[in-house]
Nanobody, 122 residues
Framework: QVQLVESGGGLVQAGGSLRLSCAASGSIFSRNAMGWYRQVPGKQRELVAIVSSSGVTNYADSLKERFTISRQNAKNTVYLQMNSLKVEDTAVYYC????????????????WGQGTQVTVSS
């Protein structure tokens, strides 16, 4: 099992910045990816950014100019630096860890944090 503990959410004015952190513990495979998703009521959870254990990143196109994902493998921690926040960034942000296993037919197991609220006021 994997446990994910998120922190850093809160209330910020438009144009401000926040940094989210997510610390993972438990059974973490050597091949993995950690990332952030967000969700607003009535909408599907959407990808914000992910980073693999080898450092490869992937962002939602609309966010890559303002958000930066990073990780410290030694601490099994992923960060999301969010700058120039907009009201529409308001959402619950969820941390995800994906453990990869298998060879040619790679499979994975996803784990989720409890979510942290980010509210951007106008």
């Amino acid at each position: 099992q994997v446990q994910l503990v998120e922190s850093g959410g809160g209330l910020v004015q438009a144009g401000g910045s926040l940094r989210l952190s997510c610390a993972a513990s438990g059974s973490i495979f050597s091949r993995n990816a950690m990332g952030w998703y967000r969700q607003v009521p009535g909408k599907q959870r959407e990808l914000v950014a992910i980073v693999s254990s080898s450092g490869v990143t992937n962002y939602a196109d609309s966010l890559k100019e303002r958000f930066t994902i990073s990780r410290q493998n030694a601490k099994n921690t992923v960060y999301l630096q969010m700058n120039s926040l907009k009201v529409e960034d308001t959402a619950v942000y969820y941390c995800q860890l994906r453990n990869y296993y298998g060879g040619s037919s790679m499979s994975w197991i996803d784990y989720w944090g409890q979510g942290t609220q980010v509210t951007v006021s106008s």
